[in-house]
């Protein structure tokens, strides 16, 4: 299980591929990180399916990521007399918390923070942007909208208000269910729907209490605009381009994807790019070359992982969805324009001692034709550190914790093994070309730089670096070494 690739692979579980079976197929075939959908996903389906990742982990002995992703709050409309009814620009119809089946003329919407957070101006998109109502005027309980284009609304269609902030935070009942039963099982990530505000972390992250790390879809215009906030604050990032391509005007979409993957390596968050990547491959068992340059563009800008939805949970080719984006992604980071175009994006390093250290063994490493970084990482820190720097040079991540393994799992360029802790710093060196060996990572004559922190165990102090040389025996039992 010796990846070459640096970007990781999100693989979404669904009817087609929850299985043990498939679950290890996927992950042969290049998937480091399982999400599974609560949306579509009951608290025994998310028990089992935790259960036949972790099956496969251990038969692999390669640590896999599991996020839980929220439903979140689901905006939808009430219901009509006739299912539904034909609308054309220009035709008015009133937003109100009557539960009255809806005629031409009205419809229930059953949100009320909805109904209290609309001003005129105002913008509701109706099932995935078809529908596009303006807002002119509001009342006690109610919104006359006009149809700004569009042909008909049926029922319990989704409606997405790009324009107004709602004072709702982001967990349902639904969500703190689902929360509290995800975070007693073996998982790592729970992903966050509908975040506006860096406010909206505060509720997760009190009922979490640590035990997982939290990554916010940014999927909202208000997110976007508070996107430095909200990357200070949470544990990873997703550009949710489904539903940002409906709140936002599309063609904003790809810059808005560059600036927060810029944003995210420069603040040495994970950020994963995730929606359509290989849609085709639903219903086909090869993509378009549009997607393929997607997938690509995504590969070039540096982002951590990319995603696979309803490709890998519920199309006919879920293996082949996983293969083709692991052979695209291997492609794009043996070209040789590639690393130039990674290092090139390079974020200068923080004042600290950890940037200085990390940025230090990736040049070193660089310098010498070293075969890799090891470093070691009790909380994940000196991880994420490391691949903050985008080292040309393998990272290999070497962990006490299981749970640092699984969350690094997602993270750029770091392959990770968990092992027990190093009693000292001869056994630390000792154990990191043990391990680089065992991994077919060095060979042999080959040399590797160790990273950690000193003392050993304690969080965030990563202060060291040493340069150890892998003997000659063919078994990686004698070796040497030099700070």
Request: glycine share 8%; aromatic share 4%; with cysteine.
């Amino acid at each position: 299980m010796n990846r070459t690739r640096r970007v990781k692979i999100v693989a979404t579980l669904g009817p087609a591929s929850n299985t043990k079976q498939v679950i290890l197929e996927l992950t042969r075939a290049g998937a480091d990180v399982f999400r599974i959908n609560m949306s579509h996903a009951s608290h025994d389906l998310m028990r089992e399916t935790v259960k036949h990742i972790r099956d496969v982990e251990k038969e692999l002995n390669f640590p896999i990521g599991i996020m839980v992703d929220l439903q979140g709050p689901k905006h939808r409309l009430g219901v009509f007399e006739k299912g539904e009814i034909d609308v054309k620009p220009g035709d008015f119809i009133t937003l109100d918390n009557d539960p009255t089946p809806g005629t031409s003329e009205r419809v229930q919407l059953p949100h009320k923070e909805i109904l209290d957070a609309m001003d005129p101006g105002h913008r509701l998109l109706v099932n995935d942007g078809k529908v596009n109502l303006k807002v002119i005027e509001t009342g006690s309980g109610w919104a006359k909208t006009e149809v700004i284009s569009g042909t008909w609304l049926a029922d319990k269609k989704g409606v997405n208000v790009p324009d107004s902030e709602l004072t709702s935070g982001v967990l349902t009942d639904k969500d703190r269910k689902d929360l509290a039963a995800a975070i007693e099982e073996e998982i790592d990530w729970i992903a966050l729907s509908f975040i506006q505000r860096p406010e909206d972390l505060a509720e997760p992250r009190k009922l979490c209490q640590g035990r997982v790390g939290l990554l916010a879809k940014i999927e909202k215009p208000q997110a976007v605009e508070r996107l430095d906030d909200i990357i200070d604050l949470a544990d990873a990032i997703m550009v949710a381009r489904g539903d940002l391509g409906v709140e936002m005007p599309l063609e904003l979409v790809p810059s808005i994807q560059k600036k927060m993957i810029r944003k995210c390596r420069k603040a040495g968050t994970p950020v994963v790019v995730a929606t359509q990547m290989l849609e085709s491959m639903i219903s086909s068992p090869v993509p378009t070359r549009a997607e393929v340059s997607d997938v690509a563009n995504a590969v070039y800008e540096g982002a951590d992982a990319i995603m696979l939805s309803a490709e890998s949970a519920a199309g006919d080719y879920p293996h082949e969805a996983v293969s083709t984006m692991n052979s695209i992604a291997n492609s794009i980071e043996t070209d040789k324009g590639y690393l130039s175009t990674i290092l090139g994006q390079r974020p200068d390093p923080d004042p600290t001692g950890a940037d200085a250290i990390s940025y230090a063994a990736a040049e070193i490493a660089d310098t010498l034709d070293l075969a890799a970084i090891v470093c070691f990482t009790a909380s994940g820190s000196t991880g994420l550190r490391a691949a903050r720097a985008r080292p040309a040079k393998k990272i290999l991540a070497l962990s006490p914790v299981p749970k640092t393994a699984r969350r690094l799992a997602l993270t750029w360029g770091t392959q990770c093994v968990i092992t027990p802790d190093a009693k000292d710093l001869d056994d630390m060196v000792d154990k990191a070309c043990r391990i680089a060996f065992r991994e077919n990572i060095a060979k042999p004559g080959e040399r590797i730089i160790v990273t950690a922190g000193v003392p050993l165990r304690k969080s965030g102090s990563t202060n060291m670096l040493r340069i150890a040389y892998i003997g000659s025996d063919g078994q990686g039992s004698v070796y040497q070494s030099t700070s």
